[in-house]
C-alpha cells in the first residue's frame, strides 16, 4: 500500500483524515476497538473456511469437527484460529467496554453508541455460545442443557421461547440447524450491521473522545496514514501471536453426542458464563440465571443515564474525577462477577 | 521506525507461519481404511498399522477396528480417539459384549441360528460362578439346597431347554450374608468367573469375557497387549483358572500350587486324581464341547448339570459303538467350526463323532477300518484309536463313568 497523501486508498479512507495524537495512543486506546474489528474479520475467514467441512445434523457434526480436526491439511490451524480469535474477542471488547467507561468516553453525543457497543458484545457472546453449541459433543452437552432451559424458566413466555429457540421439546436436530444458522447467518449478520453502524457513529460523533479544543495540553494530531501503519503493526502481531497459541493450545473437542451417552460428570459453561453458572447454584433459575444477568446489562447501559458523566474538557485521559460514580461502579461489577467465576472454578462449589 | 517495527512484526508472522506449517508436516499422514461391514472410513491404522490381524475369520478389510472396539474413527488424537472405546482395551466384557461381539447380530441370537454364543456364555456357570456361589452358600447353611438362586451379576432365562435349567439368578450380594464364611468366600474367592480380573501373576494371566478364553494370554506379561482370538485354546489357558491349587474352605483361602511343573504331564495337578493318557497328552477343548465350556443357554446349579462327555461319548461301551454323524452339507456346524481351525481337512461325506447332545466333535474323523482319528485342536498333533467295542476291555456294562475307566487306565506319576 502506498502512501500517498494526495490519494488515499481505499483502506486509508475508512480513516479520518488525521487524529488527536494523544487520544490515538496505545495506552489510552490500547487498540481494543480496533482489534475487535480485525478479530470479527479473522472470525468471518476462519469461519467460512470452516463451512467447508461442517455438516450441522447431530449425527455428523461432531465427526465433521474431528475431520477438520486431524484430517484436513491446516484444518487444526483454522479451527483452533477460529476459537481462540473467538475467545480473545470477548476479551478485547470487555477491554474496549472498560476503556470507554473508565475514562468517561461514554459521554454525550457518545451514549447511544455506547447502546450500540453494549449491543455488539451481547452478539460477540451469543455468536461464542451458539459456535460452542456447534460442536454437538459431549462437552457441550451440559451448557446446551442448562442454557436452553433457562429460556424456559422465564415465566408465561418461557415455553414459547424455548420452542423458538430449540425447535422442539428437547435439544436436537431442530435444535442444532437453529443454533448454526444463528450463528453463521442471523447474528454474524447483526454483528457486521450493528458494528457498521457502531463505526458510523464514532465518526459522525466526532471521532474519538477528546476534550474541546482550548482545553488540550497537546494539539499535535497523527494522520490517517500513520494510524493504519498502527492498526496494521497491531493486526499482524495479533495474528502472529493467535497462530502461535492455536498451534499449541488446541481447541476443545470430545466424543460425539450419541444416542445414550452420559451427560458429562463435569459440568463447565464457556468461561464468559461461569458467573451464570455460580449463580444457578444458588436458586431459583430465573432470578439468578434469566433476571440477575439481565440487571446487569441494563445497569451497564444506564451507566451514560444515571450516572452523572465527566465534564467536556476532563475527556480524552483515564479516570476523569467527574467520572468516579460510573468507574466505582464497573470496578465493583467486575470484582463481583470475577469473584462468582473464581467460585465457579473452585471444586468446593458443587449443586447442593 | 515504524517501517522497521512493521517489518520485525512481519517477520514474527512469517516465523509463527513457519512454525504451523512445521507442525503441519510432523502430522501423522492418514491411514484411512474403509470396511465393507460398517462403509464408514476409519482412520485407527494410522498409527495401528503393525497391529497383527485379531484372526482369520474376522478379516480387517471387512471389520475394521470400530464395529468391534468402538473409538472415535476419524480422530488422530490417541486420547480422543480411545475415549470412546467398548470395554477398554477388551470389547469382549460382557459388560459390553453385546454392542461389540454381538452387534450385527454376530455373536448374538438364539439357539435355533447357532449365533447365541453370547447369550450362553453369560448365563454359563463360568460366566455367572452360580455353582460355587450355590455350593458355599449351602455348606454354610445360606441356603437349604444346592440349587443356585444367585450368581456375580443377575441373569434370566425365558425359555429353558434342560431338565436342570433355572428361570433366573438374582444378584450375589456379599452384604446381604450373614455368615462370616460366606462373606470371606466374596472376600477372596471370586477370582475365577469369567468377568473377573485374574489374580496376579503370569500363571493367571487371562483377559475377562470371551477373551478369557479365546485369546490365550497364560504365562505371559498381560501390560503387552495381544490382537488374537482364537478356537484352539491350549489347556495352558485353562489353566489359568482351573488347576491351579487348591481351596481351604475353613480358611476359606486358595492355596496356590508351589511344584514347578517341568512338563505336559506334571503340569496337571490335583495331588490325589487318577487320569488317563488322553486327559494330559490332549488339550482340555479336544473332549470337552462348546456346551460344556460355554454353556447350553440354560442357567445351571453347577458343574455337573453341564459337563457330559464321558470316555464312552469316543470309545463307546463294549455293546456300542460311539455315536457318528456323516456329514450332508456344507452349512454343517462341523465343517464351520472346522474352517475356523484348521487342523483337520473335514469335508462333505466324512464322518466325525458326535456326543449324545448332537454336537459334532468336529476334530475327529472315522478311518475305512472303523477306527478314529483326532486332530489336537491347540497342537494339531495327529492321533488314532479304536472303539471299546471288540477289545478285551473288562469294563462293567453298568460303569461307565470315567472314573470307572480309571481304574484300569490311570497314568502312574
Known sequence: MKANPTRPSFFHHLHPPTIPAPQARFRYTLGAGGLSVYLVLLLVITGILEMFFYVPSPGEAAESVQTLAFLVPYGWLVRNLHYWAAQLLVVVAIIHLLRVVFTGAYAPPRRFNYLLGLALLLLSLLLDFTGYVLRWDEGVQWALVAGTNLVKSIPILGEGLYRLVVGGTQPGPAALIRFYAWHIFGLTLALVGVGAWHLFRVRRDGGIAVPPPEARRDASRISRFELVRREALAAILATAVLIVVASILPAPIAPPIREGSPLAAEARPPWFFLWVQQLLKWGDPFIFGVLIPVMVIVLLAGIPYWLPNPRPDELGRWFPAGNRAASLLLVILVIILLLLTILALSPLSTFP | ?413
Not at chain 2, 480411545?82 to 453385546?98: I, L, Q, Y
Not at chain 2, 462293567?396 to 487306565?409: P, T
Open chain 2, 1 to 413: 521506525m515504524q517501517t522497521i517495527r512493521l517489518f520485525l512484526a512481519s517477520l514474527l508472522l512469517c516465523l509463527s507461519l513457519l512454525g504451523a506449517a512445521w507442525l503441519q508436516s510432523r502430522q501423522p499422514r492418514p491411514v484411512s481404511l474403509l470396511p465393507t461391514l460398517t462403509g464408514q472410513v476409519e482412520y485407527c491404522l494410522t498409527c495401528h498399522a503393525d497391529l497383527p490381524e485379531i484372526s482369520p475369520s474376522h478379516p480387517v478389510e471387512t471389520f475394521g477396528c470400530v464395529l468391534c472396539h468402538g473409538g472415535e474413527r476419524l480422530a488422530l488424537d490417541a486420547d480422543l480417539a480411545h475415549s470412546t472405546m467398548r470395554g477398554g482395551r477388551n470389547p469382549s466384557e460382557f459388560a459390553v459384549v453385546e454392542a461389540s461381539c454381538g452387534s450385527g447380530d454376530c455373536h448374538s441370537g438364539t439357539a435355533q441360528d447357532q449365533r447365541d454364543h453370547i447369550q450362553r456364555a453369560v448365563t454359563s456357570v463360568q460366566g455367572t460362578y452360580a455353582g460355587a456361589i450355590a455350593s458355599i452358600r449351602f455348606t454354610y447353611g445360606a441356603q437349604s439346597d444346592q440349587t443356585a438362586r444367585l450368581g456375580v451379576y443377575p441373569v434370566q432365562d425365558d425359555h429353558l431347554t434342560t431338565a436342570t435349567g433355572l428361570a433366573s439368578l438374582g444378584t450375589f450380594d456379599p452384604s446381604q450374608e450373614s455368615s462370616p464364611s460366606v462373606k470371606a468366600f466374596a472376600d477372596y474367592c471370586l477370582d475365577c468367573h469369567l468377568s473377573a480380573e485374574p489374580l496376579p501373576g503370569a500363571q493367571y494371566a487371562r483377559l475377562t469375557g470371551c477373551a478369557a478364553c479365546h485369546t490365550p494370554t497364560a504365562n505371559t506379561d498381560l501390560d503387552q497387549p495381544v490382537h488374537h482370538l482364537t478356537t484352539a485354546i491350549p489347556y495352558t489357558q485353562c489353566n489359568t483358572c482351573h488347576n491351579r491349587g487348591n481351596y481351604d474352605l475353613r480358611q476359606m483361602q486358595f492355596h496356590p500350587r508351589t511344584d514347578q511343573p517341568v512338563d505336559r504331564l506334571h503340569d496337571y495337578y490335583q495331588p490325589i486324581a487318577q487320569f488317563v493318557r488322553c486327559e494330559w497328552t490332549l488339550d482340555c477343548v479336544d473332549c470337552h464341547t462348546r456346551f460344556e465350556a460355554m454353556g447350553d443357554g440354560d442357567i445351571h446349579s453347577n458343574k455337573k448339570e453341564i459337563q457330559y462327555i464321558q470316555c464312552r461319548t469316543c470309545h463307546g461301551t463294549l455293546d456300542e459303538l460311539p455315536l457318528t454323524r456323516t456329514i450332508a452339507g456344507q452349512d454343517d456346524l462341523a465343517l464351520r467350526m472346522a474352517f475356523l481351525n484348521p487342523v483337520i481337512d473335514l469335508k462333505v461325506g466324512d464322518t466325525v463323532l458326535v456326543t449324545e447332545q448332537g454336537e459334532p466333535l468336529w476334530n475327529t474323523r472315522q478311518l475305512a477300518d472303523g477306527a478314529f482319528e483326532l486332530f489336537g485342536k491347540a497342537t494339531g498333533q495327529r492321533f488314532t484309536f479304536r472303539p471299546v467295542m471288540g477289545t478285551a476291555c473288562e469294563q462293567k456294562l453298568d460303569q461307565q463313568e470315567s472314573r470307572d475307566c480309571h481304574e484300569c487306565h490311570s497314568v502312574k506319576r
